[in-house]
């Protein structure tokens, strides 16, 4: 099964910053990588699918890029709203799996 | 307008059975696969499995294969994930999910069911 590993764990970040988060798979070379935003309490919202392309309705400010085994998000401009924590997850064949999380703290 | 209601939160004691719920709406539930996705407190996100409600084939995540049922009714529009013996460690928020075809990233999700599982 592919593993998907998310660094940070946890990023200090202020309004304004670019920030960015990397998802590694542990192999394969599939382009199906979405990243969601999860707040507390609440169901994770799509951001990113298919690598790169921005979901309907979300700020510009996300973008998504990577091929092969390495993945990043970048928020480009962080605003109040994007303090939540973040997750990438991979789709091949019938197997779902998410990374373990990126928390997007205020610094 | 798609939507996914989940059923309420449960509070159960060890050795208990549950089935929670899953009702789509706004698209034809027939044809597209549901999801469901465990999220243990402070913890991540979990797929566990899968079922296309049109024909019920499912698929499990191995970690969760045996320890779940996961069901659908078509003509009501909605699915099910069961319990025959819940333990503690199976409290946790469970989220349906429907993966969008072919790309299978989850574009909608219900608002989550909070199973809590205590003696």
């Known amino acids: 099964d592919i593993q998907m590993t998310q660094s940070p764990s946890i990023l200090s970040a202020s309004v304004g910053d670019r920030v960015t988060i990397t998802c590694r798979a542990s192999?394969?070379?599939?382009?199906?990588l979405a990243w969601y935003q999860q707040k507390p309490g609440k169901a994770p919202k799509l951001l990113i699918y298919?690598?790169?392309s921005l979901e309907s309705g979300v700020p510009s400010r996300f973008s998504g890029s990577g091929s092969g085994t390495e993945f990043t998000l970048t928020i480009s401009g962080l605003q109040p709203d994007d303090f939540a924590t973040y997750y990438c997850?991979?789709?091949?064949?019938?197997?779902?799996?998410f990374g373990q999380g990126t928390k997007v703290e205020i610094k | 307008e798609v939507q996914l209601v989940q059923s309420g939160a449960e509070v159960k004691e060890p050795g208990e059975s549950l089935k929670i719920s899953c009702k789509g709406s706004?698209?034809?539930?027939?044809?597209?696969?549901i999801g469901w996705v465990r999220q243990m407190p402070g913890k991540g996100l979990e797929w566990m499995g899968i079922?296309?409600?049109?024909?019920?084939?499912?698929r499990y995540n191995p970690s969760f294969q045996g320890q779940v049922i996961i069901s659908a009714d078509k003509s009501i529009s909605t699915a099910y994930l069961q319990w025959s013996s819940l333990k503690a460690s199976d409290t946790a928020m469970y989220y349906c999910?429907?993966?969008?075809?072919?790309?299978?990233?989850?574009?909608?999700w219900g608002q989550g069911t909070l199973v809590t599982v205590s003696s």
């Open positions: 079922i296309y409600p049109g024909d019920s084939e499912t």
């Open positions: 192999h394969g070379s599939s382009s199906w």
């Open positions: 298919k690598t790169s």
């Open positions: 706004g698209y034809n539930f027939n044809i597209y696969w």
């Open positions: 997850q991979q789709y091949n064949t019938y197997t779902w799996t």
């Open positions: 999910a429907r993966p969008r075809p072919e790309l299978g990233n989850f574009d909608y």
